[in-house]
């Protein structure tokens, strides 16, 4: 892969809906026929999956980043899951006391396992 | 396939349908008969779970299309009857949404925590950022203790990398 397929890559998985064919060579500064192999490389190795669709009567594709399975353990800080799942409360996230110590939680983790990492670096 | 109880064997798993449903909701997973579709009334009966808890679990659940059902009626008595099963095959897609939402709230937080300089009350745990604990001269309006400056970094620092990993984790890179 080169550094413009990474680009085309990135662009496409930055949206949930991701792009259209017909912006995207746009939004790279690349001519299209250039842009149609980047996504032909994109599709090959299967990162990519294209719809197909008409924009104004025109046929062009919708390029979609594929997804692997969502990872359970991002919502977790040590044993500790997010306070957001389930919260029925009002949400003010940047004064949230339980995402504060949820966060706490996190920094923790995250400097244990940064310690036991470089314990096992030193063995 | 996973079974559901090897899916509950997953300590991050049963974190996120613990918290949408309970130990009695957890419960009638493990109860839950796979021969064929159940009403809530004869689950509750061979659960020997609660109804109502039967009902609230099946309801959350069908709304992150982790159950699904079908709906008869009966000719005769207009009666509708509702008919459960589990679909925890999708639990991967209903983690995936929360997560697009957890990502946006993070984001947001760490934009916070990353533009404000914060300030701590020693004595009852309240934290100010800047231009509040300005507007009270440092002192705590609470007890009058003397505010003492906060070092969040390692707070957002910790924010910043979680936020990555969601990232990575749902392709957007």
Request: hydrophobic share 35%.
């Amino acid at each position: 892969m080169t550094g413009t397929d990474e680009d085309a890559f990135r662009i496409i998985a930055s949206s949930p809906d991701g792009v259209l064919q017909s912006e995207l060579w746009k939004i790279l500064g690349v001519d299209s026929r250039k842009c149609s192999r980047i996504v032909k490389k994109l599709l090959d190795s299967n990162r990519v999956e294209r719809i197909e669709y008409r924009q104004e009567g025109i046929k062009t594709f919708r390029l979609i980043a594929r997804k692997g399975p969502a990872d359970p353990y991002c919502l977790l800080a040590g044993d500790e899951l997010i306070p957001c799942i389930a919260c029925e409360e009002d949400c003010v996230v940047e004064e949230c006391n339980a995402l504060l110590d949820w966060m706490y939680q996190l920094a923790i983790s995250d400097a244990e396992e940064s310690t036991s990492e470089s314990g096992k670096t030193d063995e | 396939m996973v079974s559901y109880e090897e899916m509950l064997a997953d300590k991050a798993i049963f974190a996120y349908l613990h918290r949408m449903i309970g130990d009695e909701g957890i419960e009638l997973i493990r109860r839950f008969p796979t021969d064929k579709e159940y009403s809530d009334e004869e689950l509750a009966e061979v659960t020997e779970i609660n109804l109502n808890s039967v009902r609230n679990t099946l309801y959350t659940l069908y709304e992150h299309r982790l159950a699904r059902y079908r709906r008869i009626k009966n000719n005769e008595t207009g009666w509708l009857t509702y008919l459960w099963q589990l679909e925890l095959e999708n639990m991967y897609d209903s983690v995936s949404k929360d997560l697009e939402i957890i990502l946006e709230k993070l984001r947001r937080r760490c934009k916070y925590e990353s533009e404000n300089a914060f300030y701590n009350c020693t004595n009852c745990g309240l934290t100010f950022t800047f231009s509040d604990a300005m507007d009270s001269q440092f002192v705590c309006p609470h007890c009058n203790n003397q505010l003492i400056h906060f070092d969040n970094e390692p707070l957002a620092f910790a924010l910043q990398r979680r936020i990555a990993r969601i990232e990575e984790n749902l392709g957007h890179v």
